[in-house]
């Protein structure tokens, strides 16, 4: 696999020119190597700081690169929303990365 769709347009036609840390304090992604079913892949994001009024998760994108439509989900938190998590189902039509970009209340993106 190669990041050619992330690096060749995917990232630039959701993010822009914005710069995305490749961090894993924010949050963390949890998805089979791989699956039964393409169908009804399991993915996870997990908030690993805590949703604070001076700093919180604000959303969470998910992009899965090769698939005909990449951009898969978003999620819009606040501090009221108790923990940034969600968990669900998602069609991979082949081997592909999937990214889950987090946006914190900063504006800052990893």
Do not use: C, H
């Amino acid at each position: 696999m190669s990041e050619s769709a992330w690096n060749g347009g995917l990232k630039k036609k959701y993010f822009g020119d914005r710069p995305i840390e490749e961090s894993n304090n924010v949050i963390e992604l949890n998805a089979p190597y791989r699956a039964e079913d393409p169908a009804l892949v399991p993915v996870s994001v997990t908030a690993k700081i805590p949703q604070m009024a001076d700093r919180y998760i604000k959303n969470v994108t998910l992009i899965i690169d090769n698939n005909p439509t990449p951009f898969a989900a978003a999620f819009q938190f606040t501090p009221q929303s108790g923990k940034a998590d969600v968990a669900m189902r998602l069609r991979v039509n082949s081997y592909t990365y999937v990214r889950a970009i987090a946006e914190t209340s900063d504006g800052k993106l990893s």
